[in-house]
């Protein structure tokens, strides 16, 4: 593929005004989300009870719902950049909905296995870089700069909605029927949401026209560049990786924990790990407040500095009223992690010109979310050589890392987006 400079123009004050057309957008993000984290859910749960999978399988299970974005993580913010937004997060979410239909239709045919579910996921994340990239870079062609903030609140108390009610209405459905005929039920969260993007009538313009003039390397070293000589940016992207990296690791062996070290059920894991999303929920509802009172830039550090060593509480849970450190550190956790991309990811979205937003939006989530995937390996390989609750122990210590990088970033003298925007035209500018 090759094109030149993107060309969707900036709309004129009140040009992004259509509530309806966000509203669409949000609602089919939201339905998304949900289908998204019942099946998170339910193919550990499937994999872990059913299947009887080792934790280097589950590692690998985790580590299958990221790895699209070191497959097509850099190129994808190309693509997304030159095509119709919301017609490929359409496409993606039907191409994920037909992957997981072919779950219940194996385990009905007796020819379910480890594999499939770990083919199954890998696929499905290629899709969701796509969307993911896409509905991060069409949200300011439908909302103003000075509303992105809000904008990314209520999406993001979408995705922590969803985080509490999928893990426990996947859990439930589970121990009702089986694990795997509500993967279905995923399915249709997908479809409804490209039912819902279809309805959306705000233009959805494509970014540029074919043309001989940029090849996609050039467009991929362009995206890295504009990242490379933003300092705040690089520090964004460090915490957000090393974030992930540990994520990965604690995602691996979770379930683990909880089914066969604390002996929970289905439906108790799923209201474990809702736990983390009614923090997130809380985090979404107060983002704008928080933002606004401590400084839109400086929220950036402060939080995940402040809230990220609660993971340190995870490890400490056992069994009966012993459960509540894990409780209180996943919703701490939660809490944190919603306000803090609320914060950070408005951020990029405000200094980044429209031109370069999907590729440096691709940028941070191939690497952020490489990590992730790379950590889920590595939780695998942990929780097989040197136990499931030491491996816990090591993603809650890497955790409290992570803010390392903002702490001592110029963000801590930045107040509001501003002040960033100064450092980032600076940093932009040629060199």
């Known amino acids: 593929m090759s094109g030149g400079p993107a060309t969707v123009p900036a709309a004129p004050p009140g040009a992004r005004r259509d509530r309806h057309a966000f509203h669409l957008f949000w609602a089919a993000e939201s339905v998304s989300q949900f289908g998204t984290y019942i099946g998170n859910t339910l193919l550990p749960l499937l994999a872990a009870t059913a299947l009887a999978a080792t934790p280097l399988e589950m590692g690998l299970l985790s580590a299958a719902e990221t790895t699209g974005y070191l497959l097509i993580g850099l190129p994808a913010g190309v693509w997304v950049a030159r095509a119709r937004q919301r017609l490929m997060m359409r ?20 020819l379910l296995t480890v594999t499939q579910l770990i083919v199954v996921a890998l696929l499905c994340g290629v899709l969701a870089v796509l969307f993911d990239v896409a509905y991060q870079s069409h949200l300011p062609l439908l909302v103003d700069r000075e509303e992105l903030v809000r904008g990314n609140a209520r999406l993001q108390s979408s995705q922590s909605l969803a985080q509490i009610a999928g893990p426990g209405v996947g859990g439930a459905l589970a121990q009702l029927v089986g694990p795997a005929a509500p993967v279905l039920a995923t399915a249709l969260g997908h479809l409804g949401a490209a039912a819902l993007l279809r309805r959306v009538r705000e233009p959805d313009p494509a970014g540029r026209a074919a043309g001989p003039e940029r090849a996609l390397f050039a467009e991929i070293g362009a995206g890295l560049r504009f990242l490379g000589r933003s300092r705040t940016l690089l520090a964004i992207t460090g915490c957000t990786a090393t974030a992930n990296f540990f994520a990965g690791v604690l995602s691996a062996v979770q379930v683990l924990f909880l089914t066969q070290v604390l002996g929970l059920g289905g439906s108790l894991v799923g209201a474990v ?49 012993l459960l509540a450190p894990a409780l209180a550190g996943l919703f701490v956790m939660g809490y944190g992690v919603v306000v803090y991309n609320v914060a950070q ?32 390996l590595a939780g695998g390989v942990l929780g097989s050589s040197v136990g499931v609750r030491a491996t816990l122990w090591t993603a809650a210590c890497g955790s409290c890392l992570a803010a390392a990088w903002v702490v001592c970033s110029p963000l801590r003298g930045m107040r509001e987006f501003a002040d960033a925007q100064k450092e980032a035209a600076v940093d932009s500018g040629p060199r």
């Open 91 to 110: 496409r993606a979410s039907t191409g994920r909905a037909l992957l997981l239909c072919t779950v219940p239709a194996a385990w009905w045919g007796g």
């Open 273 to 321: 790990l809702a736990v983390l999303g009614l923090g997130g929920v809380l985090g979404a509802l107060s983002a704008y407040r928080v933002v606004r009172r401590v400084g839109q830039a400086r929220a950036v550090w402060l939080v995940p500095s402040v809230t990220f060593p609660a993971l340190l509480l995870v490890p400490l849970a056992g069994r009966g009223p």
């Open 345 to 376: 990811v408005s951020y990029r979205q405000a200094i980044c010109p429209e031109a370069m937003l999907a590729r440096v939006n691709a940028t941070v989530r191939f690497l952020g979310f490489g990590a992730m995937t790379l950590g889920a």
